[in-house]
């Protein structure tokens, strides 16, 4: 059940992933001697496939994805055994309060683009 990151390495031919999988994030499923199994989403036109692909273990790098939420959920149980109040996951793409900008001892310069003018432009 954990999740790795498949990342072909080229110095280990053998059980070389497909290009396609190359960078894709899965969910292991079956663990072997020399090779995990892999459940990787596979997008073809509109629909996305799970598919479960067999990987030698030098092509497989465990994934970060999950750190930031598991450090978030061992800070709250801490937290909550404190009695404090929780901290909540602030999304990334937050966007900032709205402000007015004030120019100071400057003019503003005007950017709208020029008129077309076909005599300008063809020297008739």
């Excluded at 080229?10 to 001697?33: D, E, R």
Aim: charged residues 30%; aromatic residues 4%; contains cysteine.
């Amino acid at each position: 059940g954990d999740y790795v990151n498949v990342v072909g390495d080229p110095a280990i031919q053998k059980s070389l992933p497909h290009k396609v999988y190359h960078g894709k994030t899965g969910v292991v499923w079956n663990v072997t001697p020399r090779a995990v199994g892999v459940i990787v989403n596979k997008r073809h036109r509109q629909r996305v496939i799970p598919k479960r692909i067999n990987v030698k273990i030098e092509h497989v790098v465990k994934s970060k994805c999950q750190d930031d939420m598991k450090a978030r959920i061992q800070k709250n149980i801490a937290l909550q055994k404190e009695k404090k109040k929780r901290e909540k996951r602030t999304p990334a793409g937050t966007p900032r309060p709205a402000s007015i900008v004030r120019a100071k001892n400057k003019t503003v310069a005007d950017l709208r683009p020029e008129f077309f003018d076909p005599l300008k432009a063809y020297k008739v």
